[in-house]
């Protein structure tokens, strides 16, 4: 069977467009249609039906792009293994997610670089949760790191780990005296104004993976950003304010701290280190070194 016509099949049974699928293989329709007939050819049996509603998977088309999708991630992993096992020096990238810069990276890969050598930490920030569960279930992640509650109904955390959470207001804004008088007064959660007037907590978790920007003595939200430079950028041009993980601290240039002020709690979120379902063996060393160290930094 040739491979090529396994990705020609489960690319036009993606788009379920035979111009869009040519379009995306770089191939024109006579010669997507011709593989999809050969790959018929060798599996009996129709993938596909066209009329007037368009293009259809039928019921064994369907079946069969489960299994093709299967196939082909473990041949590119074949590849990707006989590629590592050809160069004994070959550069391996751990593709690492985070929903936050917290940690230190560089640190972190330069020990890891010690122990076993020859290894980059490819890191990916910005992403949501649901984004990096995607990820990592397609192999395109190695490991993620994320709030801890956000992920225990998904997947198993390989290590946790408690970050404390701090907030950051502009220098010498008028709701700082007022914010410390509500954070003594409602403990875990921050008041929030309701329409109505009455004001209820908010929990830490709602402050995490995407980082809403508050604004006013009614805490109107202005919008929801983790670039540290634009929640800077909003603090100190809006007089808002946010709640980030401490940690998150290290990564604003120091020449802006004089411009803001941290309001310290004892407020804490766990974090928990997740896996992708399916890693080349080469990575797993690397994986587990730096589930270890990002807990621990």
Known sequence: MDIRNLEAFIVL???LNYHKASQRLYLSQPALSKKIHGLEDIL????????PNGTRLTDFGQKTLDNARKLLTHYE??????HFDSKEDMVRHLYVG?????HNYTQIEKQIVEKKGNVVLALVTGLSVDQQISLLNAGMLHVAVMPLSSIMAKLE????FTERLVYIFKKRSHLISKFRTALSQFGNGIPAEKSSGKKEGVESTDFLNIFPIYTGDNMNLLLK????????????KNSAYTCVPKRIISAIPEYYMNSLELVETDKKIELGVVWAKSMGDHLIEDAENFSTLVANV
């Open 77 to 82: 992993q074949f590849k990707s293994q006989v």
């Open 98 to 102: 985070s929903c936050f810069p917290i």
């Open 157 to 160: 955390p390989k290590k946790v």
């Open 225 to 236: 950003t983790n670039d540290i430079m634009l929640i800077i950028e909003m603090i100190t």
């Open 44 to 51: 009996g049996a129709s993938l596909f039906t066209r009329g």
């Open 13 to 15: 049974a993606e788009t």
